[in-house]
């Protein structure tokens, strides 16, 4: 964009790469001790990893877990505000083995 002195100048409002992304990683750091922790479970590492990047990257505190009874021990542990877990692996063996009766721990899980 041709400024009234001929010149080459920047759109207003559009920001450099690097203060680009210097802005996102302040947003994030200011707000990942608000940010909601979320617990991924997935018996493939791979999952895990892509999940856990998109949602650290939205600005989420993430946790791993690679099956149900590790899930469990976690989600006692650091009481996340959400579980995301693939129902069709090891991992769905997690709410088989926990008894509500005895342990009072799950039922207060999202």
Known sequence: MKTAS???GRRQGAAKPAEAKAARASKQSASSSDAPLVLVVD????NRSLYTRFLA???MRVAEAA???EALA??????PDVIV???R????TAGRHAHPEKDPAPRALP
Request: charged share 40%; net charge negative.
């Open 43 to 46: 018996d493939y590492e791979d």
């Open 6 to 8: 001929g010149r080459q």
């Open 85 to 87: 877990m693939d129902l």
């Open 57 to 59: 990257y939205s600005g």
């Open 89 to 92: 692996c090891r991992a769905s």
């Open 67 to 69: 099956d149900g009874h």
């Open 74 to 79: 976690k989600a006692r542990e650091l009481h």
